[in-house]
């Protein structure tokens, strides 16, 4: 079992960055792909990066190529998502997950979820 806590959310204005933070405990001895997700107001939940377990990988949504960076640091057991040249559309509850495969885009992969932390661009 594995428990995630999201931090760093808040409000920010169109263009500006955030670091959100997930921190692991539990069972982190074990090789976790991880994720970050968001579900933006009325819409459903969607991918946004991810990176292996060992950090060589990751992948992420068009819609962030270029302005969010995904990384680990697995001595601290925490992940970090760097938010930079935000959008209104960032607007946001983001989530990070963990995942026993390697890496994947897709939420139905990912096994243990944390609670969520809330980013709000205004323009």
């Known amino acids: 079992q594995v428990q995630l806590v999201e931090s760093g959310g808040g409000l920010v204005q169109v263009g500006g960055s955030l670091r959100l933070a997930c921190a692991a405990s539990?069972?982190?001895?074990?090789?976790?792909?991880m994720g970050w997700f968001r579900q933006p107001p009325g819409k459903e939940r969607e991918f946004v990066a991810a990176i292996s377990w060992s950090g060589a990988n990751t992948i992420s949504a068009d819609s962030v190529k270029g302005r969010f960076i995904i990384s680990r640091d697995n001595a601290k057991n925490t992940m970090y998502l760097q938010m930079n040249s935000l959008k209104p559309e960032d607007t946001a509850v983001y989530y990070c997950?963990?995942?026993?495969?390697?890496?994947?885009?897709?939420?139905?992969?990912?096994?243990?979820w944390g609670q969520g932390t809330q980013v709000t661009v205004s323009s």
């Open positions: 539990g069972r982190t001895s074990a090789r976790y792909g």
């Open positions: 997950a963990a995942s026993k495969l390697i890496i994947s885009a897709r939420a139905a992969d990912h096994d243990y």
